[in-house]
């Protein structure tokens, strides 16, 4: 079985400071890894995936994500954030091979404070 | 530009009365996925279609059923929605070539069942 984990419901920032979203997961095999952001009474948008290379990973928006093998994580970064960056903040696994559905984490909601 | 539309994107239905929500995309992509979002939690995979092949989550209700009448169009059918399937509604497409596997989503829609 494949699972995710975000750690943290919330996570509070202020504008300018650096963030980190994290992520850690469990799958049989090689992981595909991604990120996707929701904005309110809106569906899920792609940021970045990790499925193989280099390690860190830039996506849409400055964020950028960094796979760490030995401890099984994929928290999600960007230098700078945002007031607009504030949103609900979803990680999801799938393994390289057989079942093709995503496993979702929990979910983290950002808020950027001004 | 190419895209994931849903229609309705608000809905609102009686108590045991069918309803369909309808996805079509226009990114030629081959997958097409169905998703039951409650309360800002994880996206629950309710099935999905590998070109013409339904693939049904074990836990997914009877209640669930949908169809994918051509490569462009997919339809998911409430049979007789209860006060319990009032979500919001995630359609999905992915190319599943290489590495692109990456989900984009529809905005959604909203099903209230009153």
């Known amino acids: 079985a494949q699972s995710v984990a975000q750690p943290e419901d919330q996570v509070n920032v202020a504008e300018g400071n650096p963030l980190t979203v994290k992520c850690t997961y469990s799958?049989?095999?090689?992981?595909?890894l991604f990120w996707y952001v929701q904005y309110p009474n809106r569906g899920l948008q792609f940021l970045l995936k990790?499925?193989?290379?280099?390690?860190l990973v830039k996506g849409s928006y400055g964020f950028e994500a960094e796979f760490n093998k030995s401890q099984t994580s994929f928290h999600l970064k960007k230098p700078s954030a945002l007031v607009s960056d504030s949103a609900l903040y979803f990680c999801?696994?799938?393994?390289?091979?057989?079942?093709?559905?995503?496993?979702f984490g929990s979910g983290t909601r950002l808020q950027v404070q001004p | 530009d190419a895209m994931v539309i849903q229609n309705p994107r608000y809905q609102v239905t009686q108590f045991g009365k069918p309803v369909t929500l309808s996805c079509s995309q226009t990114?030629?992509?081959?997958?097409m996925y169905w998703y039951q979002q409650k309360s800002s939690q994880a996206p629950k995979l309710l099935f999905h279609?590998?070109?013409?092949?339904?693939?049904n989550e074990a836990d997914t209700p009877d209640n669930f059923q949908s169809r994918r009448p051509n490569t462009s169009f997919c339809f998911l059918d409430i049979r007789s929605p209860g006060l319990g399937d009032a979500a919001m509604y995630l359609c999905?497409?992915?190319?599943?070539?290489?590495?692109?596997?990456?989900?984009?989503f529809g905005p959604g829609t909203r099903l209230t069942v009153t």
């Open positions: 990114l030629n992509h081959n997958v």
């Open positions: 279609y590998y070109d013409k092949d339904f693939n």
């Open positions: 999801a696994v799938r393994a390289d091979t057989g079942r093709r559905a995503l496993t």
């Open positions: 799958v049989s095999g090689n992981p595909y």
């Open positions: 999905a497409t992915s190319r599943e070539a290489g590495t692109g596997i990456e989900q984009y």
């Open positions: 990790y499925i193989t290379g280099d390690n």
